[in-house]
């Protein structure tokens, strides 16, 4: 299974889940019923951040939920998530990060980064 079809897959699991149609869906979402099964068959690619923010108010994904659908239609589009495009493109801080973080960081540098983020915003909550 492709990338798409793994994002297509997740979106249709959670559909049925909420026991709604495709076209039902796709009324909801404010696309054509062939359109919208095209997405959760793996024939299109996910769409931008609005749409996929539409999806996951009809759907009323939990938070966990939204970050993996997310990385999955990023993964899709073999792109960054799509909830964190705007981010990085509007921070030059984030993007030189990322890139000496791409040539050096390790899973342990990246989750003491993690964690003294988490208790800042612990701190400021």
Known sequence: MNDRQIFAAYLKEKRNEKTITVRAMAELVGVGAGYYSDIESGRRSPLELGFLDRIIDTLQLT???????????????????????EYINSSTKARVALRVAKENATDEDWQRFINELEKKGKRNA
């Open 63 to 85: 938070d966990e939920d939204r970050k993996t659908l997310y990385d999955l239609a990023g993964k899709a589009r073999e792109a960054a998530p799509p909830d964190l495009t």
